[in-house]
Structures are given as structure tokens and as C-alpha cells.
């Protein structure tokens, strides 16, 4: 059974950093890419950034880019979500999800505020 679990989520200050663990195990691809996605409330849901497994290939939306790390873990399976200088815009629930299925986590939510 895959399970992928999101963690790391809290209330920043303007400017201030988090970074975000997604735990993934149960997963019998070879190789396969995480994802971190977000939702704003209102909002669409936004791709941010994927790593892959293979040759730990990075990928950043604009939104993420400069500002958001992605990085993984390989022996712990664990994919992590740098993100620094945050601003009330990146309030949203964070997601992460295996790439090309549709294993989400549950999310955990960022708040940026005063």
C-alpha cells in the first residue's frame, strides 16, 4: 500500500522559512518523481517544483523559483520543500504527490502572517 505523508506546515513570519517533508513508502516503480503542489483558498491547486529518483532531475515553477528548494532524501524516501522568504501569498495548503498516479498526501498547511 503507497502512503505519502506530508509534514513541516506552520505559522511564518513575513520573510521567514519552512521546509516541508513528504514521506513516501509502499512505492514498487523503479523510479518515479515526487511533486509539491499548493492550493491558496479560492485558488486553483499550483505545481511548484518535482525531483526525480533517477538522476534527482529538479523542476521549479516560477512561482518557486529562488526561493524553493527542493532536495530528497533517498535512503529515508523523504523528499523536502525548502521554501525561505515567504510572504502572505504563499499562504496555501501544501501538497506532495508521486508523480504520474494519483497518491496525494493529505496536506499540511503553510500559514504566512504577522
Known amino acids: 500500500q503507497v502512503h505519502v505523508v506530508e509534514s513541516g506546515g506552520g505559522l511564518v513570519q513575513p520573510g521567514g522559512s519552512l521546509r516541508l517533508s513528504c514521506a513516501a513508502s509502499g512505492i514498487t516503480k523503479g523510479y518515479y518523481a515526487i511533486a509539491w503542489f499548493r492550493q491558496a483558498p479560492g485558488k486553483e491547486r499550483e505545481g511548484l517544483s518535482c525531483i526525480s529518483s533517477h538522476n534527482n532531475a529538479t523542476y521549479y515553477s516560477d512561482s518557486a523559483k529562488g526561493r524553493f528548494t527542493i532536495s530528497r532524501d533517498s535512503a529515508e524516501n523523504t523528499v523536502y520543500l525548502q521554501m525561505n522568504n515567504l510572504t502572505p501569498d504563499d499562504t496555501a495548503v501544501y501538497y506532495c504527490?508521486?508523480?504520474?498516479?494519483?497518491?496525494w498526501g493529505q496536506g499540511t498547511q503553510v500559514t504566512v502572517s504577522t
Open positions: 504527490k508521486i508523480a504520474g498516479t494519483n497518491y
